[in-house]
């Protein structure tokens, strides 16, 4: 039985465990012969961890962990470098000050590599460490999650603000230690502007938008089809269905990824637990949504993110005091770039895949309802089988109990804009075509939803009648876009009750 290294991020685990290694020396070797100093931004769960796991052993000159890969009569292995190593989702910053987890893990690198630290501040100590290390043969720097210490202080700025200076001063070594480095690769999943944390390190390439380095950390099209056959033949056994529509399926769930606008990738984490697991389902998701990042989306009412446009600059900054932005959505993964437009250099973004966007829409239906996203699948699933059926009372009713559930304090303002974003995640949720507040030539409607055998226009009207609310579909035409459309057309009039917060009245009628 083939081993899946699910959440193992030790390339020599991985080889001496002979679990799964899809083969990127190739890319590997190209970077590190092609320049110095490179910064790579790329989701969690991407396999970054990995790579830079990758890289130390090249450098270690453990050829024995190379066998039968692309680089393994490429590289001179007699030649071996110091490597210091960080990675900061392993210090304990949460519990001590950064500043002294810093100072402990470069003790323990300094022993490691044969010596003592006698500086006491961590600028000096690096320093310390770098000259001591490259003395002989110069020094490899890697640097792993660069960036957690901030963005896990994102909801308390002023910790971020105190953990980003601390690293300004850090990092500060790296330009006058250039005589002591071989090669030097940061990754995170932040870009933050070189002036804010690498303040003088001008020489620093960010490799994250390369073309040439999109497939360094994830898997390609080719790559799963040649790496996981097997995997992917007893799937489409399961399932009961053809080898390409499998391929089809698992791409649908989980391929996406771009920083080209070009070229797709598959989050690795989560092929490997559809594998390990058979049964396609939200894994990336499930293991940590960044709290803050739904709790800011639910306060600026943000709940549609598809169709977004912003240019390569906005793309590559990230603001302390306004961490929720295009750019944010887009470094931690929930965007990704779909159309990339080279005259403007602006980018259309949207949703990777349905396990984003299902489960962020989740984990926002969630916030409203105050509960576990699992629990509000059942719900969003009468809702969606009676417009697939249409059934209108199922429909009114599902959507009554959904309301039901949503805490009094979150109705206190904005009842119409709740409304709305809560019907348009419960649709969205469950894979509906929907549009929401959809324009046309003639208006602004609700609502717009499409099944295989109807099309929906459904107007979302507040403390006044359903009767309004379907007159206005009527007089302002909304379904006429889709007069030719073979499909059934039905307009539906919906009015809700502040003071009742529910529905209190719906029409329908069929538009023909």
């Known amino acids: 039985m083939r081993k899946y290294p699910v959440g193992i991020q030790s390339f020599k685990e991985i080889r001496e465990g002979k679990y799964i290694y899809v083969d990127k020396t190739r890319l590997i070797h190209t970077l590190i012969e092609s320049g110095k100093y490179f910064f790579l931004s790329r989701p969690r769960r991407f396999g970054k961890s990995l790579l830079i796991s990758t890289i130390k052993e090249i450098f270690s000159g453990r050829k024995d962990l190379f066998k039968d890969l692309w680089i393994e009569d490429k590289w001179n292995w007699e030649r071996k470098h110091p490597v210091i190593h960080l990675r900061f989702s392993k210090m304990p910053y949460e519990l001590i000050r950064l500043e002294l987890a810093i100072s402990q893990k470069l003790d323990r690198l ?91 390190l001008n020489n620093i390439e960010d490799i994250s938008l390369a073309e040439s380095m999109n497939d360094l950390a994830g898997i390609t099209q080719a790559e799963l089809e040649t790496n996981f056959p097997p995997e992917l033949n007893a799937l489409a056994i399961k399932f009961e269905i053809g080898y390409k529509e499998l391929l089809e399926e698992t791409k649908y769930w989980y391929n996406g990824y771009s920083w080209t606008g070009k070229h797709t990738l ?97 984990a926002l239906l969630s916030t409203y309802r105050e509960v576990f996203p699992k629990y509000s699948s059942p719900i969003t699933e009468d809702i969606t089988g009676a417009l697939i059926n249409k059934d209108f009372p199922k429909l009114i009713q599902g959507l009554n109990t959904l309301i039901s559930t ?107």
């Open 110 to 200: 300094a022993i490691d590599l044969g010596f003592s630290l006698k500086e006491t501040n961590i600028k000096d100590k690096f320093t310390e460490l770098i000259s001591k290390a490259g003395a002989k043969e110069r020094v490899v720097i890697l640097i792993d999650e660069y960036d957690k210490p901030i963005i896990d202080f994102l909801d308390h700025v002023p910790k971020a603000e105190e953990n980003r200076a601390i690293f300004r001063s850090f990092y500060s070594v790296l330009k006058d230690a250039d005589d002591y480095i071989r090669f030097l690769l940061i990754t995170g999943v932040s870009r933050f502007s070189k002036v804010s944390i690498f303040s003088g």
């Open 266 to 362: 598959y989050n690795p984490f989560s092929l490997l637990l559809l594998f390990k697991q058979q049964r396609f389902d939200n894994f990336w998701f499930e293991t940590g949504t960044p709290t803050f990042l739904v709790k800011a989306l639910k306060k600026q009412r943000q709940f549609e993110f598809d169709s977004v446009n912003a240019t390569l600059t906005e793309l590559g900054s990230f603001d302390l005091e306004n961490p929720v932005s295009e750019a944010l959505l887009f470094q931690t993964g929930y965007l990704t770039i779909k159309t990339f437009f080279p005259k403007s250099g602006t980018c259309e973004l949207g949703y990777p895949n349905k396990e984003v966007e299902n489960s962020l829409k989740d």
């Open 406 to 512: 949503i805490p009094y304090d979150h109705w206190k303002a904005e009842s119409e804009s709740i409304f709305r974003i809560i019907f348009h995640l419960a649709l969205t949720r469950l894979g509906v075509d929907i549009r929401s507040e959809a324009h046309s030539a003639h208006g602004r409607c609700d609502v717009i939803v499409q099944t295989s055998a109807y099309i929906y226009a459904i107007e979302l009207n507040l403390n006044s009648t359903a009767q309004q609310a379907l007159d206005q579909i009527i007089e302002k035409k909304y379904l006429h876009p889709f007069q030719s459309d073979a499909r059934k057309k039905y307009a539906i009039g919906i009015n809700f009750s502040g003071e009742k917060r529910a529905v209190d009245d719906y029409l329908v009628k069929e538009i023909l």
